[in-house]
């Protein structure tokens, strides 16, 4: 692959061979799940995505265009609308359902920082499918087949891919999970329970928050609490610790059908941090940013002794369910060098909202058991959505059932990155010499080296046979030295090597090495096609259970359920 500008990609030869091999394992899974394959437009009329509000509600990452007769389009960055719109006008009856679709299609996302090549592209390919239900209980049937499904499609390929609970985010719907890389290149946090399985990105964990001991609330006290800007400077301070204290954090929130964005106190505990994707849940936000200065004077507040306490009207102010039931914490009081003792939610301060907006982190007590939390960094390779009838009620998209009644269908969506895959497939198989693709999506399953006129004579003939017989050898017939070829072998990262030479023909046979390892062998010139037939073979056989290692090597409970 080679860059043509930010985020966008050419893809040469043995690129577009792994791509092919990864979506000839997309679709053998998807046909088994029961889909069928469609393609859809890549240029959408934006009054589809009116019809839903996204819009409005998604920001620049959506490319919009006008055509000559300035009329809206948007690029291809997900396909709910079209499908809706499609069902609207080919499913009638109860009888029509249930269905699968799915395609391999080309998508665009004006992402804001493409990076780390293919885990963060603008253009990338994405077999998204869609599922269409008479009931939810025919979406939940459907979900787990594409949960099944997933887990096959990344132990095929050979990527040691985790599910965790995830934000439903722009797409909506009632719950979602993420298929996670475990690496340390990944932008997504993922916070795990080694002793339960629990398994969520960070966006939506929870954890056993502690239960605060109740006590008399106390009268509000002024302190004078001098260069204490900082959690760590007031707790010195005062000698308390930071579960006595009130955090603040200021956000202006970008809510849909409100044309500016509106103002946003969020408090948590001190020992907590804010979680902006709860804290946007929480408000229904499509965007949080930071408050600028000017913003933050606007609205009564003093940087780093931010207070709910005395903040202009219309501010809304979000307490973490925890801040809330705590007695008499210590808040800043919009004042320089000041805060205030005592002070108590309900009493002292009326929330707009309150809910849990804490962010869990490692060391936290399990949701689920207590045990303690850990988090590791991962990529999200694939996603599974159960959206409900958002899209179809939008888009007028109805059945007649059984009953006589008309009713909306039940959708779900199911989405794999093509490219980010083939990226996390290297990055998890290679060494210091290069690549070592798996055998199920490797550009070529075997490269033939000829060393020497008599090695390329016996290596053209084995070549021709090895065609015949279907196995698709990649010829190293250049005539470089020994070492070149070798070098070139190890780089390309093909799972077997098969060297011809003055050498291994007087051994008797030809020269046979996987790239994964191990010493070299002689296997007799006849045998060599069934030879490298058979152990193709056992590679494949072999990878789902090496995958499985490297799973449970990076995690001692990998999978939640699809119901989690």
């Known amino acids: 692959m080679r860059q043509l500008g930010q985020g966008i990609f050419s893809y040469l030869p043995l690129g577009v061979r792994v791509l092919r091999r990864i979506e000839s394992v997309l679709r053998e899974e998807m046909d088994a799940a029961g889909g069928v394959e469609v393609s859809l437009p890549v240029v959408h009329p934006a009054e589809l995505w009116r019809q839903t509000g ?65 885990v963060r592209a603008r253009e990338f390919t994405m077999k998204d499918a869609y599922s269409l239900d008479r009931d939810v209980a025919g979406l939940e049937a459907q979900y787990a087949r594409q949960y099944e499904a997933y887990t096959a499609i990344f132990a095929r390929c050979g990527l040691p891919a985790i599910a ?48 605060p001991e109740p006590e008399p609330l106390r009268e509000l006290e002024r302190v004078e609490t001098p260069g204490a800007s900082t959690i760590e400077r007031l707790t010195a301070a005062l000698g308390i610790a930071a579960a006595e204290t009130a955090k603040a954090v200021l956000v202006m929130a970008s809510v849909p059908d409100q044309p500016e964005p509106s103002p946003v106190l969020a408090i948590v505990r001190g020992d907590m941090t804010v979680n902006e994707t709860k804290l946007a849940n929480a408000l229904g936000a499509s965007d949080l940013r930071p408050m600028t200065d000017d913003e933050i004077d606007e609205i009564g507040c003093v940087p780093g002794y931010a207070s709910p ?29 000041v805060h205030l003792r005592n002070v108590n939610v309900g009493r002292d301060v009326e929330p707009t909202v309150v809910a849990d907006i804490a962010a869990a982190g490692d060391g936290d007590p ?40 008309q009713k909306p269908i039940v959708m779900g969506s199911y989405g794999i ?95 046979a090495r996987e790239r994964s390892g191990g010493d070299a062998i002689v296997v007799p ?22 995958t499985a290692a490297r799973v449970a090597a990076r995690t001692a409970s990998p999978q939640v359920g699809v119901g989690g």
Request: charged residues 25%; hydrophobic residues 40%.
């Open 54 to 118: 996204r819009w409005q509600a998604v920001g620049p990452e959506l490319a919009r265009f006008k055509d000559r007769r300035d009329r809206d389009y948007a690029l291809a960055m997900t396909h709910e609308e079209v499908v809706a719109t499609l069902a609207s006008t080919e499913i009638r009856s109860w009888r029509d359902l249930p269905r699968l679709v799915y395609q391999i299609q080309l998508k665009f996302r004006d992402d804001p920082r493409p990076r780390a090549g293919l």
């Open 164 to 211: 965790v609970g995830a934000d439903v985010g722009m797409m909506g719907g009632s719950g979602a999970h993420e298929f996670m890389y475990l690496t340390p290149i990944g932008e997504d946090t993922l916070v795990l329970c080694d002793s339960c399985g629990y398994a969520q990105n960070r966006q939506v964990a929870t954890f056993r928050k502690p239960e």
């Open 309 to 337: 306490l005395g903040v202009a009207a219309g501010v809304v102010v979000v307490v973490d369910d925890c801040a809330a039931a705590t007695p008499n914490l210590v808040a800043g009081a919009n004042e320089e060098g």
């Open 366 to 405: 399990c949701a689920v058991c207590g045990a303690t939390l850990r988090t590791e960094r991962g990529v999200e390779v694939g996603n599974i959505f159960r959206l409900g009838t958002r899209y179809a009620d939008a888009m007028g998209a109805s059945f007649l059932d059984d009953d006589g009644t």
């Open 417 to 511: 990155g093509v490219g980010r895959l083939m990226a996390c497939l290297a990055e998890e198989h290679h060494d210091e010499s290069g690549l070592r693709w798996p055998v199920s999506v490797a550009p070529f399953p075997v490269q033939l080296c000829a060393l020497g006129d008599e090695g390329l004579l016996a290596a053209e003939q084995l070549y021709g046979e090895l065609v015949e017989a279907g196995l698709e050898p990649l010829f190293d017939d250049r005539g470089e030295r020994a070492g070149v070829q070798f070098a070139d072998a190890d780089l390309l990262g093909m799972p077997l090597r098969l060297t011809v030479s003055t050498r291994s023909l007087g051994a008797g046979g030809v020269e």
């Open 525 to 546: 010139r006849d045998e060599v096609a069934a030879w490298v037939s058979s152990r193709l073979d056992e590679l494949r056989a072999e990878l789902a259970v090496s």
